[in-house]
């Protein structure tokens, strides 16, 4: 399956995005699907996870509360509703997609797509 990112940009914080990850082909519904961010000197961190039914969904700490991760299967796309952007939230963000369940570890996902930037300032 191939990914590919986007609905990054600037934003102060306090406010809103929502990203989309766009899958090809006709499988998606058989994916389990993640969010991970990286911000620069860092390594790849966990920040929600979505099972292929969409009925499972996990978070980061960080996260709960103000982020959201949702699936539409007829559209092959995952979505990450960023509410309560702090500057710490700063990062490249990273869909990807694996057969091993919703889980957090990243080394689990077999599929990325491209970075998408989300830059929140204080």
């Known amino acids: 399956v191939q990914l590919q990112a986007s609905g990054g940009g600037l934003v102060q914080a306090g406010g809103s995005l929502r990203l989309s990850c766009a899958a090809s082909?006709?499988?998606?519904?058989?994916?389990?699907m993640g969010w991970f961010r990286q911000a620069p000197g860092k390594e790849h961190e966990f920040v929600a996870s979505?099972?292929?039914?969409?009925?499972?969904?996990y978070y980061v700490d960080s996260v709960k509360g103000r982020f959201t991760i949702s699936r539409d299967n007829a559209k092959n796309t995952v979505y990450l509703r960023m509410n309560s952007l702090k500057p710490e939230d700063t990062a490249d963000y990273y869909c990807a997609a694996t057969h091993r369940g919703a889980v957090a570890a990243p080394s689990a996902y077999d599929y990325w797509g491209q970075g998408t930037l989300v830059t929140v300032s204080s």
């Open positions: 979505i099972s292929r039914s969409g009925r499972s969904t």
């Open positions: 082909g006709r499988t998606f519904s058989g994916y389990d």
